[in-house]
């Protein structure tokens, strides 16, 4: 609940302040590049 209060509410009403946060340095990751390592 928590979560989607966050993603629901927090994040419209503070947009402005997150925006200057957010990067726009995303790399798309796809499931073949993506592995579990056991330990």
């Known amino acids: 609940d928590a979560i989607l209060a966050f993603f629901r ?12 946060q957010v990067s726009d340095n995303f790399r798309i990751i796809t499931h073949q590049d993506f592995r579990v390592l056991e330990g």
Do not use: G, N, Q, V
């Open 9 to 20: 509410e927090t994040i419209p009403r503070e947009w402005k302040a997150f925006r200057e």
